[in-house]
């Protein structure tokens, strides 16, 4: 069975940080990008940070400033989001979804045009509040 699942949100004050999983299952991620997405209450879903590959390529969002990095392990099937500085408006449901990386490389527009991803998964809830 083909699964992403999340883990590592929870309640955290204002300039904590949080490293948030998504660990992949019935599938590798050798030919997968995996991107973070996130959703507050009342708005639309966002790309977070940079999209990461296995092949080197690297999509970043306009708004990635530094305090967001990801990294992955394929030993462990696994990609991660350090989270730094988190503000209040950082709270959200976070996903992180699964693309082939071909597919990423040979797309024309934004790489975080969500019809792009095949799998993804349910989200884990980050709140920052003091």
């Known amino acids: 069975q083909v699964q992403l699942v999340e883990s590592g949100g929870g309640l955290v004050q204002p300039g904590g940080s949080l490293r948030l999983s998504c660990a992949a299952s019935?599938?590798?991620?050798?030919?997968?990008?995996i991107a973070w997405f996130r959703q507050a209450p009342g708005k639309g879903r966002e790309g977070v940070s940079c999209?990461?590959?296995?092949?080197?390529?690297?999509y970043c969002t306009e708004s990635a400033k530094g305090r967001f990095t990801v990294s992955r392990d394929n030993a462990k099937n696994t990609v991660y989001l350090q989270m730094n500085s988190l503000k209040p408006e950082d709270t959200a449901v976070y996903y992180c979804?699964?693309?082939?990386?071909?597919?990423?490389?040979?797309?024309?527009?934004?790489?975080?045009?969500?019809?792009?991803?095949?799998?993804w998964g349910r989200g884990t809830q980050v709140t920052v509040s003091s």
């Open positions: 019935g599938f590798t991620l050798d030919d997968y990008g």
């Open positions: 999209i990461s590959t296995s092949d080197g390529s690297t």
């Open positions: 979804a699964a693309a082939l990386s071909s597919n990423l490389r040979g797309w024309g527009g934004s790489r975080w045009y969500e019809g792009l991803y095949d799998y």
